[in-house]
């Protein structure tokens, strides 16, 4: 299973919006809504932003946001916070039962 | 409040073997599916492994399957990760996590744990 595409870095300023996107195949995210994303911060455990595509989980504020289009999904940040400088990743469910995860992408805010 | 607590890391030689444990507490432990993902320090997220509440079902990445294996005990509310002929790529720091339906919603995660394997 090949790790899910992902741009290596973005980078916006405070208060402008930014997408990630985030390619697999038509046998994970094309298959299905299972797409979800993590945050990381330096020597930090992942944090869950979104799940199944385009959901909150309890507590993510809503300036985070996620679609699908095809094999390919993203996740836009709006208003752009310092706070949200981390690593971002994507991760999809898989038709062998297993989870993908994107190679990641480091957000810069400028 | 939800906590999952990995422990068992340490330097280890090649073909070796290492078991992880992550203790978890604040919820129904078999509820829940349980993951594991590593990620060589400065490097990306790699999914390794799921079982699912009862421990009755598993899954795992092609680079780890039949050299590690993935089980829980209830009573102890804790998830294990058995690895064994041990490589130097297996290098990295792992992580559990819970999954409510298996599927990739990994809401709550470990500190981690690092793994490192080397003579």
């Known amino acids: 299973q090949s790790a899910l595409t992902q741009p290596a870095s973005v980078s916006g300023s405070p208060g402008q919006s930014i997408t990630i996107s985030c390619t697999g195949t038509?046998?994970?995210?094309?298959?299905?809504?299972?797409v979800s994303w993590y945050q990381q911060h330096p020597g930090k455990a992942p944090k869950l932003m979104i799940y199944e595509v385009n959901k909150w989980p309890s507590g993510v504020s809503d300036r985070f946001s996620g679609f699908k289009s095809g094999n390919t999904a993203f996740l836009t940040i709006s208003g752009l916070q310092a706070e949200d400088e981390a690593d971002y990743y994507c991760c999809s469910y898989t038709s062998s039962r297993k989870l993908v995860f994107g190679g990641g992408t480091k957000l810069t805010v400028l | 409040e939800v906590q999952l607590v990995e422990s068992g890391g340490g330097l280890v030689q090649p073909g070796g073997s290492l078991r992880l444990s992550c203790v978890a507490s604040g919820f129904t432990f078999s509820g829940f599916w349980m993951h594991w993902v590593r990620q060589v320090p400065g490097k990306g997220l790699v999914w390794v492994s799921r079982i699912n509440g009862d421990g009755s079902s598993t899954n795992y990445a092609d680079s780890v399957k039949g050299r590690f294996t993935s089980s829980r005990d209830s009573a102890k509310k804790t998830l294990y990760l058995q690895m064994n002929s041990l490589r130097a790529e297996d290098t990295a720091v792992y992580y559990c996590?819970?999954?409510?339906?298996?599927?990739?919603?990994?809401?709550?995660w470990g500190q981690g744990t690092l793994v490192t394997v080397s003579s």
């Open positions: 996590g819970r999954d409510r339906d298996g599927d990739g919603m990994v809401d709550y």
């Open positions: 038509s046998s994970d995210v094309g298959s299905y809504n299972l």
